[in-house]
């Protein structure tokens, strides 16, 4: 055999050809625009189609953007500078950017109060965010809602305070009783906040004018702020709720199953939009005679009912995601029911449920533009009330509807993002 | 030590009530149970108490009572002096007509922009994803109030059309002689149906069921005898039936928007408001970028390797998007395809904003304000969008019940 292969190889190359250079077609931008451009005549048609929209919608919106008038008093100024020319009028922007992002009421010389309570929201957030931030960091977040609440609201500091002390006195005596029995350590733990707050209320009568800011009252929260408050405020409050509901939903007692079942699928069939016409007009009947409670709560009573039910959805969908293995672990460890949720099952089913939650936060925060429909002043109310309809400003569509656009995407389009990138972290599963 | 396999039988104390988790679930239903009746009856009777010190009671006798407005758009016939009851029921049909054609177009949006997400062509994945990104990061109330106020703006008056009896050039056409976009809303030709036109309903339903015979006849051949059958029949069998009837009867005519007889505007034809187009664009385009996004995932959840096994059994790849990706993936897109669908009926409700009539302006705007039956209305509308939530969600559950994969 080698004999025979010896014989009829005739001639080995002892030396390497030197290497060409590919081909123009295969390589470089030539190669990436036939591969992604133009790798059929459909596509070579969509890329010419799509160039000339592209250069089509830029032609309208570029001379628009860089010809707009920064600095006029009203768009008949405006118009008188275009000269005729189709240009933005954004000297509506820079003229009411306070009524857009405060609302016309809230006092102008305050207004370091919301801003700073921004800042602070998002040192508050990073920890819950970003798992690799000092777990220190957690403490300033738990102290949070009571400084946002100062800052944006102001009065006294001993309300915080005493609402502060009571959380912690609850707590503490939580603490104490938790390791006999979780309802036990519950009830008392509430009692015990009651009793402090019903104390503290002494004390803030006594002293109201201690360390305290310039109180705003809720009705004069407007603009982009109260979309802020209501989205941050609505969705903290409906985690708990939410988790509660899911656990109801899926929990073996039939009673409870079913007003936790009836409660969610009610909630999740009707539009929002009813909801705040029943935080309008029909939740007053339903409280006690003589209280009055601000529209603003209403609001945010509502939109957390309506935020918990899908909250709930998704964590159940957490709950179910995990193998029963975890379960039936948890019981032969002989932890109970409370143990067994609080220490095995729901860490591992929220941290399955966050990228879910964090859609649901988008789309709350989204469905905060809602109020505007029952006359409330939020960034959209804020434009087709007051702004579009002065005298000053009407007519000015795009560049307030763009400006109310390009703020919600920048806040809603991070999120997302972040969602994205919590989901690549969190996915332990190699495809 | 001794394994106790039964707890001991002595007799049953109160303590157990709380401790022994065979009684403690009952306990606790029984608490939550009365929480939930005090606080029912504390509401209740703060709903009395306020009731009757403003003098109120719970009727829904205003719904026989004749509204007073004016509907811009209505489905079936309405006057101002129709009852509320008859102005909601314009406001339901208004909502459901909008929903339904939003979610047509919305999914026809969606799987051209999920497809075209995936495609190889570089500039038109970038465009889609801008369209999907700049869609689903802004409220759709401001989408709805961006493009509601390009439809305002837009459209001529309706009297450029219009020729005076011939004496005048009209400034604007009419597109194709029978569609005209104005500034008052999209006037389209109306269908006229002379008589007979019962006949042609019969043979457009025959061609429907032969069709669907014969798809069914193809299939069956294929897989009894191997043998495919062409598809053209199809349509032979479903179009034929109903233009032969239409050609030897000539019932149903078309009657276009007349732009001769009135001096000031346009007469006959169906007039779309512009409302009912402006929210019907909105909520199409913003539920699209959604469902794309649906559309797209499921594509991608179908592994390549099934692609890849139906192109080694030698499948076509038109056929092996048809019998093999599609099926599959059509389990992952449905449901949330109709959580869409039931997005955009809950949406419909912001139709308030463009001024367009669905039931969340007739019953809960104009008559709630005009009779000040707060609780009555509020109540009316959720039963209505609570029953349309219920039976979308049953039709889902049957659907998800027949595709899921059986197993185990």
């Known amino acids: 055999m080698s004999d025979t292969h010896a014989q009829t190889v005739g001639y080995v190359r002892e030396t390497f050809i030197p290497e060409q250079a590919p081909p123009h077609a295969v390589t470089g931008p030539v190669k990436w625009l036939r591969e992604n451009l133009f790798p059929s005549w459909f596509y070579g048609i969509l890329t010419i189609v799509s160039v000339l929209f592209i250069f089509y919608v830029l032609s309208i919106f570029l001379p628009w953007l860089t010809g707009g008038v920064w600095d006029a008093a009203n768009i008949r100024e405006c118009r008188e500078i275009f000269a005729g020319d189709s240009a933005g009028c954004f000297a509506v922007l820079t003229e009411r950017w306070h009524q857009l992002l405060f609302g016309f009421s809230y006092p102008q010389h305050a207004y370091w109060r919301p801003t700073l309570a921004l800042i602070l929201l998002a040192v508050a957030v990073a920890p819950v965010l970003f798992s690799n931030l000092p777990r220190g960091m957690l403490a300033f977040t738990a102290l949070y809602p009571f400084i946002a609440f100062y800052l944006v609201w102001g009065g006294t500091i001993l309300i915080p305070l005493v609402a502060l002390a009571g959380v912690i006195g609850g707590y503490l005596v939580y603490a104490q009783l938790v390791d006999r029995s979780l309802v036990g350590g519950l009830i008392a733990g509430v009692v015990a906040a009651a009793v402090i707050w019903w104390l503290g209320g002494f004390v803030t009568a006594e002293m109201p004018n201690l360390l305290a800011l310039e109180a705003v009252p809720s009705r004069d929260m407007g603009g982009f702020m109260l979309n802020m408050i209501l989205g941050v405020v609505c969705v903290s409050l409906s985690l708990p709720i939410g988790i509660l509901l899911a656990l109801g939903r899926q929990s073996s007692l039939p009673i409870i199953k079913w007003i936790c079942v009836v409660f969610i699928e009610f909630v999740r069939g009707v539009p929002l939009i009813t909801l705040l016409f029943v935080a309008n007009v029909v939740l007053a009947y339903f409280l006690p005679p003589g209280t009055n409670f601000d529209l603003i709560l209403r609001v945010i009573i509502m939109i957390t009912l309506f935020a918990s039910a899908y909250i709930a959805e998704v964590i159940r969908g957490g709950l179910a995601a995990l193998p029963r293995g975890q379960y039936e672990a948890a019981d032969s460890l002989g932890l109970d029911y409370a143990q067994s949720m609080r220490l095995i099952i729901l860490p591992q089913a929220l941290k399955i449920s966050i990228p879910g939650i964090v859609n649901v936060a988008v789309g709350l925060f989204k469905d905060t533009t809602l109020v505007s429909i029952i006359s409330m002043f939020d960034l959209v109310g804020m434009i087709r009330g007051p702004i579009l309809a002065s005298t000053d400003w009407n007519g000015v569509y795009w560049e307030l509807f763009g400006f109310a656009a390009l703020l919600f995407f920048v806040v809603c389009y991070g999120i997302s993002q972040y969602s994205q990138w919590l989901e690549r972290k969190l996915a332990t599963d190699h495809r | ?408």
Request: overall charge positive.
């Open chain 2, 1 to 408: 030590m001794t394994a106790i396999t039964d707890p001991p039988a002595d007799g049953f104390k109160l303590s157990m009530l709380i401790n022994d988790t065979r009684y403690r679930g009952l306990t606790f239903q029984f608490v939550a149970l009365i929480l939930l009746i005090v606080m029912m009856a504390f509401l209740g009777m703060n709903l009395v108490r306020n009731l009757a010190a403003a003098g109120l009671n719970i009727s829904y006798g205003f719904l026989g009572e004749p509204a007073g407005y004016d509907i811009n758009q209505t489905l079936i016939d309405y006057t101002s002096q129709s009852t509320h009851l008859r102005a909601a029921m314009v406001g339901l049909l208004n909502t459901l007509l909008v929903a339904f054609m939003a979610c047509i177009t919305a999914t026809i949006l969606g799987v051209i922009a999920g497809v075209l997400r995936l495609s190889p062509n570089w500039l038109v994945r970038k465009l889609m994803s801008v369209y999907v990104e700049a869609f689903r990061n802004v409220p759709v109330l401001i989408w709805i109030l961006i493009i509601g106020t390009i439809v305002t703006i837009s459209g001529a008056n309706p009297r450029d059309f219009l020729t005076r009896g011939g004496s005048v050039e009209p400034q604007s056409e009419l597109f194709l002689g029978m569609f005209a976009f104005t500034n008052r809303g999209f006037y389209s030709p109306a269908l006229d149906l002379g008589p007979g036109w019962i006949v042609v309903l019969i043979a457009l339903i025959a061609g429907i069921v032969g069709a669907v015979a014969w798809r069914w006849h193809v299939r069956r051949t294929l897989y009894n005898s191997g043998r495919l059958l062409p598809s053209w029949p199809t349509w032979v069998i479903l179009i034929a039936p109903v233009v032969l009837a239409q050609l030897v009867l000539g019932a149903i005519s078309l009657s276009l928007p007349d732009v001769e007889s009135n001096n000031f505007n346009i007469q006959g034809g169906i007039l779309i408001g512009k409302p009912l187009i402006a929210l019907w664009l909105a909520l199409s385009v913003y539920t699209g970028a959604f469902i794309a996004e649906n559309v797209r995932a499921g594509i991608l959840a179908v592994s390549k390797g099934q692609t890849e096994a139906a192109a080694s059994l030698g499948l076509r790849p038109k056929r092996i998007m048809n019998l093999v990706v599609l099926p599959q993936a059509l389990r992952v897109i449905i449901p949330p395809l109709i959580s869409q669908f039931l997005n955009i009926t809950k949406n419909s409700s912001l139709a308030i904003a463009v001024g367009y009539a669905d039931i969340t302006a007739t019953l809960g705007g104009i008559t709630l304000n005009q009779t000040g039956r707060a609780i009555e209305t509020v109540l009316l509308l959720m039963l209505f969008y609570l029953i349309i939530s219920l039976l979308i969600s049953a039709v889902m559950n049957v659907y998800n019940a027949t595709v899921a994969l059986k197993e185990r």
